[in-house]
Each structure stands twice: as structure tokens, then as C-alpha cells.
């Protein structure tokens, strides 16, 4: 009897050499934890470069400069690397060639004297290589508070994209694009410096150049082309450049025979694309979606309206232009009631606190204006049509007595009176956007510039397009 009792109220006793084993299992995964922390930031270089001999941490301070020098070897790979801010300048001084890598992987070559503006936080990196034999490096690196630009930042919150789910019902019978994969373009140290340049001379102004988005393309080159962009791929509100791809679908649904060239439409497409009449564009999205605006819809119904509008976005998206909707009208479609969406339009946002509204980038922008440009949009005829469509006179008589005209505060009112100019800006009270091909008046010199500004600070300042255009041109002329 006294047995039972005892060894129904006896504790369980452990291992004295299990408790070691745990404790040493658990300090051990401590340690490696905050080994793992403590070089995640090293792990990132590594990731980007896996050929360093030597790999250190750069402690970058404003105003102080910190300098790296000694001797590489032939075939050696030496890499630096530190944490910057977006917006953070960088001075750069070398005697040799560096290349500067940022988080995303994008690599510049530098020699000399340079300064860099960080165009998103994270981990960048500076790699020297030599290929020929051992010499001496040294290069100064700082961080510029005083020219630091960027101080606004604009604390918009992110754009609400479409989902995956959004398309379960689409027609996969619908017309495509005619050209699948975007163009190869070549990387140019001459473009990338003047987007930088660009970008500093806009900060410098006060305005958030985290809201700032650039594409450059140069078209001189025989090879073609050069490009180059500052936060391009980032999605952004249109507003009225979104016409440029309405223009587009409706041009290959003539060529496919599923719709008939009709005088009245011409009118429309016209009004859309010189005037950026919101009217004829509603008129032109319900004809290429086969759609019309009106009060609400449910169930089946609000979701067969809806994948025909999103019809557009797939006929880009298949062709490779990625980060777009373009599904969206643009408001007020009536200038008399100054409407706003409503009913189905509404539905489609989903909410009116965080709409979807329309999105894409400055590089599908500059694509599709390279592609009618160079007469493969659609087909060489309808790409013809598309810049006649697009072409302005920039001589004064010619824009200065419209009320809303695509000239004054936007890229073409600094430039020259006989510069080739095809364009189509957009602009509201929170974002300022111009997208154009642009030919010096002796035929030697053209480019692509699309520019973004989704801020209301762009919108306000009816002064700084014209400027930073200028600026451009007279470095791609020169």
C-alpha cells in the first residue's frame, strides 16, 4: 500500500543531460539567429556577388567622408557595400573604374568625379575589378546633407493594383497586340546621367521625387536604342495618357475587322487624343469594350461588365507590358456636370476609400510611343495615323488661346518653336504627366521622355516640366 502512494505522488525526474542538451540546443540557435541578423546585411552582397575575395561594410555619415585605397591584384574582385535612404546623395571620387550596385540589382559604371542620388532604400554595393595587372585604387565616398534632396516626401499610400482574381472570366478569345515581347534596349552612362542630373536638379525644387517617375529613350543610334529611367517601373495614375492606349486597342480592332472605320468615331478619337476630351473618351472605352456606364449591376451581370472592361488590360499584358490597368474612365466624362463615378464605374473601384483606379508605368509608356514611333504598333499604316494624331505645333498661335491645352506647363513650352513634338499629357489636381517624341528642327537629334509627377505638388508647380524638358534637350542636342 505505501508502495502505490509513493509512486503515484512521486515528480517525474529529467535527464540532467537532457537539460544540457536542450540548453546548449537553444543557445545555439540563439547564437546562429543573431549571427543570421547580424550579417543578413553581408548575406545581400553576397547574394549579388558571389565572386568577392574581400567583402566590408561601408558606415556612411552625412558630411563625413570615408576612404578606401590599397591594392588590387589581376583577376581580383574587391566589394564594399552600405544601407542608403531614398533620396540620399552620394559623391563619389575615384581613380578607377567602380561599379555601383543598388537593390535591385541595377549596376552603373563610375570614374571620377560623380554624384548619385539613391533612388530606393536598401543595400548598394561597390565592386572594383581588375582584369589587367595588380595597381593602386582609392576612392572617397560621403554622404552630402547639404545638397541632400528629397526633404518632402510624400506619404501617399500605394497604389491598389488588380489581382489575378480579377480575370476568371475573361474571353481568352479576345484580340491581342500585335508585337509579344518589349524591345531590347542598351544601357547608356550619357542617358543614366542625365536622368540623375534631372532628378537632383527636381528635388532641389522641394519637390518628392519618390513620386517622381522618368523614361528616356535616345533613337540617334543606328543600333537603336539607348534608354534609360528613374523609378519606371513603379505603377502611377496616368490620368489622361491613359488615351494612349484606348487609341492603340481601337486601331487593332479596326485592323481585325471588329469594328468598321466610322467618320463619327474618327471625330471622337481625335477629340481624345488632341484635345483629351473626356466625353469622346468615354464614348471610345464602351465601343472597344462593348460596354456603357449606368447604374449598378449584380451578380453575373456586374461581373461580365467588368471583364469586358478589363479586356484592355489583357490586350497589353499579353504582349508583355506588365503593372497596367488602363480598364478605368477617366472623370469627369461630362464637363457640364462635372460627374464623378458612379453606379457601375463605382462598383469597379470596390472602394471608395482605397480605389482601384487606373495604373501603369513610364516604361510602358515609352514603349508604346517607340512602337508607333517606329510604325510596328498595330501596323505601319495605323502607326502613321497614331503620330499624325499625336503631333503639335509648339508656335504660340497655336496652343496659347485654348483654356486646357497640351503645350503650356508641360514639356513642349520650353522647347524650341520648330522642334518635332507628338504628345499626350494628363494632369489632374494630384498629378502632373507628360509623354513625348521629341526631333531637334535639323533632324539630327530625337528622343522618347516620359514623365511622371503623382503628386499634388507637380500639379502646382506649372513651372517645372518645362524646365527639366529643356534641360534635356539641350543635353541630348549637345
Known sequence: MYKKTEQRNRKPRFSHRLIKIAISS????????????????????????????????????????????????????????FYGESGKIVNLQS?????????????????????????????????????NDTKNYQISIALDSQNEIGRYVSHQPPIRLVTNSDYNHINSQHITYNLVNEPTWMESQKLKQIINDIVLFVGSKGLPINRLS???????????????????????????????FWMVELFAQYKAEFLKPQKTLDQQLKKMIQDSNNESASLIVDTITRTNSGTKLTGEELQQWMQKRLTLNLFFERAGYSRINISQKVFPTSY??????????????????????????????ARLLFE?????SISQKFSQQMKKLLKRSLYPKAWKNKEYN???????????????????????FTTRNDAAIIGSPDGKHKYILVVFGDDPSFYRDKEIFPQLSRRIYEKMTN
Do not use: H
Not at 33 to 40: A, F, G, H, W
Not at 225 to 242: H, M, T, W
Not at 372 to 376: F, G, L, P, V
Open 336 to 365: 457640364q456636370k462635372n460627374d464623378q463615378p458612379s453606379g457601375r464605374d463605382l462598383q469597379m473601384r470596390k472602394d471608395e476609400f482605397n480605389p482601384i483606379r487606373d495604373y501603369t508605368t513610364t516604361r510602358n509608356v
Open 95 to 131: 581613380n578607377t573604374n567602380i561599379v555601383l550596385v543598388n537593390p535591385n540589382k541595377k549596376k552603373y559604371i563610375l570614374q571620377g568625379k560623380s554624384q548619385i542620388i539613391l533612388p530606393e532604400p536598401g543595400i548598394y554595393s561597390i565592386i572594383i575589378q581588375n582584369e
Open 372 to 376: 508607333i514611333e517606329k510604325e510596328k
Open 406 to 428: 497640351a503645350i503650356s506647363g508641360f514639356l513642349g513650352e520650353s522647347l524650341p518653336r520648330d522642334t518635332y513634338f507628338a504628345s499626350k499629357m494628363g494632369w489632374n
Open 26 to 81: 537553444s543557445i545555439l540557435i540563439l547564437a546562429s539567429t543573431i549571427l543570421l541578423i547580424k550579417n543578413s546585411q553581408k548575406i545581400t552582397i553576397l547574394d549579388a556577388d558571389k565572386n568577392c575575395q574581400e567583402i566590408k561594410k561601408l558606415d556612411l555619415k552625412n558630411n563625413f567622408s570615408q576612404e578606401i585605397n590599397g591594392v588590387i591584384k589581376k583577376s581580383q574582385r574587391l566589394c564594399y557595400y
Open 214 to 244: 522618368i523614361s528616356l529613350i535616345d533613337l540617334d543610334n543606328s543600333e537603336c536604342c539607348y534608354y534609360a529611367g528613374y523609378l519606371d517601373q513603379e505603377p502611377r495614375f496616368p490620368a489622361s495618357v491613359v488615351k494612349l
